[in-house]
């Protein structure tokens, strides 16, 4: 397959007009950490944005951090790390930030920091169509027109390719602890997520709860008596987040209202599901399996897309299908990028 590895926006744009003219289909790849999501998609060309990886602009004291798309978010992390702040998602280190937005999923330690989407402020995307598009800004009084930079959050580059953003960031929390239970199960999980305040993240498995806590260390102290006091839990040193399901040939991301997380996985063998946010994800051998799991999601109004492995997003309708087939066609006029990777359009 063809490569294009541009160095500059004006590249990229150069690129997208000469595939829009040709019919060439094209694939936006960053870090290749989440090419699974979506439907399978025919294209010609990859169109890769690692060589966009400059800093544009940091002040630690407005907690505003500019930089082109291609970063990589280790190297984001030991930037903003100089400054005693970070971006708070939770991706692997080879991801590229326009690459977590373009894929747009759940931020684990959302409890506390917030949707993934409230902290991109500003975005430079380049269109199917060779424009450069800005929208939003990096002071919010000025903040006018369409939002553009929200819907390409999780558009997994079928509406432009990010090319520069604007992020808000945060102080590093001054202390971190991993409390883990010797069993498991939602209902103990939901009785955690009540007794500790203000926790960063309660993840449930079967056979544990992993309850993460950040903040002011007597504030973590605080929580931890609280966590006691509900259940038996040990501090562990363990990476937060651990890899998920790392032998697993499918896995899927599921997404329902919280109070329905516990009917969807009863009886599952095997899940990690984020407690008061209502996502889980969920290990599966064959698509059999998973299509059986995608049915009950759908009976509790929820979603079950794959995010590795075969399955894509499933067979169900695509939502305010006309209104996305026209910011398609705004966006994207040839239909050039990842066609229907986002489903039928």
């Known amino acids: 397959m063809d490569l294009i590895h541009p160095h500059t926006k004006r590249d990229a744009a150069d690129a997208l007009r000469a595939a829009g003219a040709a019919g060439t289909r094209v694939m936006v790849v960053g870090g290749r950490q989440h090419i699974d999501k979506g439907e399978p998609t025919d ?3 990859e169109l890769w944005t690692t060589l966009f990886d400059e800093r544009v602009a940091y002040d630690p004291a407005e907690m505003l951090c500019v930089v082109e798309a291609g970063m990589r978010i280790r190297d984001l992390a030991a930037l903003l790390g100089e ?6 998602v939770d991706a692997p ?4 930030v326009g690459g977590v937005i373009a894929t747009g999923g759940p931020t684990i330690r959302q409890l506390r920091v917030g949707m993934l989407r409230d902290t991109v402020v500003e975005m430079e ?7 450069l598009v800005r929208s939003g800004a990096r002071t919010v009084k000025n903040v006018t027109g369409f939002d553009v930079h929200r819907l390409m ?3 997994l580059g ?4 990010i090319v520069q953003v604007a992020l808000k960031v945060r102080p590093l929390p001054k202390a971190k602890r991993t409390l883990v239970t010797r069993e498991g199960g939602i209902e103990l999980a939901t009785r955690l997520l009540r007794g500790v305040p203000l926790a960063t993240a309660v993840l449930a498995e079967p056979d544990r709860i992993v309850l993460r806590l950040e903040g002011w260390r007597e504030e ?3 929580q931890t008596a609280g966590a006691r006091s509900v259940a038996a839990v040990v501090e562990v040193e363990e990476q937060f987040p651990e890899p998920l399901f790392a032998g697993a040939r499918i896995v899927a991301e599921a997404a329902v209202a919280p109070s329905r997380l516990e009917a969807l996985l009863e009886e599952r063998e095997a899940y990690r599901a984020l407690v008061g946010i209502g996502f889980a994800w969920v290990p599966f051998d064959d698509e059999a399996a998973l299509g059986a799991f995608r049915a009950r999601a759908a009976e509790l109004g929820g979603i079950a897309p794959v995010i590795r492995g075969p399955g894509g997003l499933g067979d169900g309708a695509l939502p305010a299908a006309q ?3 026209r910011v398609k066609d705004a966006m994207d006029p040839a239909g050039i990028l990842a066609p229907g990777r986002m489903g039928p359009m």
């Open 43 to 45: 294209v010609d060309v």
């Open 83 to 88: 400054g005693g702040q970070e971006w708070p």
């Open 93 to 96: 280190d080879e991801a590229t």
């Open 125 to 131: 995307v380049v269109t199917g169509d060779g424009r």
């Open 153 to 155: 959050t999780g558009s």
């Open 158 to 161: 079928t509406l432009g390719v």
């Open 220 to 222: 973590v102290e605080e």
């Open 323 to 325: 209104v996305q087939r």
